[in-house]
């Protein structure tokens, strides 16, 4: 069996360990008190022989990965809440009455059918309520980007734009008016993409609303395991996870729209001092 490789990682959360740090102040107590210079000397055999065993059990290692991942979970856990501070009334509305309901289903399920264990499909739930939360984020913020740029005045622009290419006499300022509709071309496109990634989120976080509506009603109604498994769980999973990807694809968008506006105005301010 191949050894597990040295891992810095590892060798620090070995010798972070409470025991770890004890023993040694253990050693050290009894050999200043003691006044013998074994007891210290058997305390750094000890320690060295602890930190050249301990770090590299798969076992230690296993317990660092859960305790490593229960942390990003609470790192995520209060980032979300953060962020659902920052939500209007009206949203933070809609995002807790939706926890509300998750934790109903639970004690509803638990209830009817008297089982003390809720099954692992239906416990994906607290997952849907994370990915409503979070695309309710995405959303409002692409939203509100939406709503601050004035995307009748570009359009105005770019027509301005192609009525200067056909008039202007003077191929500088034509290459300059070419330019610039290709610039306002791209922002209108850009648009476009944030029009279709908002309408996606929006639909999306109707049917999470919607499948904990769905779910809740199930669940008062003589639930059962294989009732709860006729849920269509995975189909749901599956359709976030393309409303992500799809996120995702556009998510330069913002920074495009504003390196395009940047454009466009270095783009005119070389226009008219050229003049």
Do not use: C
């Not at 990682?9 to 025991?19: D, M, S, T």
């Amino acid at each position: 069996m191949e050894s597990p490789k040295f891992d810095l990682r590892y060798l620090k959360e070995a010798f972070r360990e409470p025991i770890n740090l004890w023993a040694m102040v253990g050693f050290a107590a009894t050999a200043a008190f003691f006044q013998q210079i074994e007891v210290l000397a058997a305390g750094l055999v000890t320690e060295a022989v602890y930190l050249a065993v301990v770090p590299a059990m798969p076992f230690y290692r296993r317990l660092i990965a859960r305790r490593e991942k229960e942390r990003a979970r609470r790192l995520r856990d209060s980032q979300r809440e953060a962020i659902i501070k920052t939500f209007d009334p009206r949203e933070r509305e809609a995002v807790e009455y939706l926890r509300w309901m998750k934790n109903q289903i639970y004690a509803n399920y638990k209830k009817f059918t008297t089982s003390k264990e809720v099954p692992f499909n239906l416990q994906t739930l607290d997952q849907r309520w994370e990915d409503f939360v979070d695309l309710l984020d995405i959303y409002r913020r692409r939203k509100h980007h939406l709503r601050s740029t004035n995307r009748q005045a570009v359009q105005n622009q770019l027509k301005q734009a192609l009525h200067a290419i056909e008039s202007l006499t003077d191929d500088r300022a034509r290459r300059v008016q070419q330019a610039n509709a290709e610039i306002l071309k791209r922002r209108v496109s850009a648009f476009n993409d944030l029009e279709r990634s908002v309408k996606l989120v929006e639909g999306q976080l109707q049917s999470i609303e919607n499948f904990f509506g769905l779910v809740n009603d199930k669940a008062v109604t003589l639930p059962t395991p294989e009732r709860v498994s006729a849920l269509h769980f995975e189909e749901l999973s599956d359709s976030i996870a393309m409303t992500r990807q799809m996120l995702e694809e556009t998510a330069d968008t913002f920074g495009v729209l504003d390196t395009q506006s940047r454009e466009l105005e270095l783009l005119l301010q070389s226009g008219s001092t050229s003049k």
